[in-house]
């Protein structure tokens, strides 16, 4: 998130460089294994897997 904003300030001097934005970049994705990985658990949820027709979405 603060690199996003980082990109969009006001002042274009205070905007990240590419340079910097790939070094920032490489460091989150090395990172990585630091964040929770939510996908197995979506995985194992069958609710959240389970296909939903129209009829359960839109009720009369």
């Known amino acids: 998130y603060q690199i996003m904003t980082g990109c969009w300030s006001h002042n274009p001097d205070a905007r990240p460089t590419f340079k910097n934005l790939i070094i920032r970049l490489e460091v989150l994705l090395q990172d990585a ?10 995985v194992n949820n069958k609710t959240y897997l389970e296909p939903i027709s129209s009829s359960t979405i839109f009720t009369d």
Do not use: M, R, T
Request: aromatic share 10%; net charge neutral.
């Open 33 to 42: 294994a630091k964040y929770l990985d939510i996908s197995q658990s979506l």
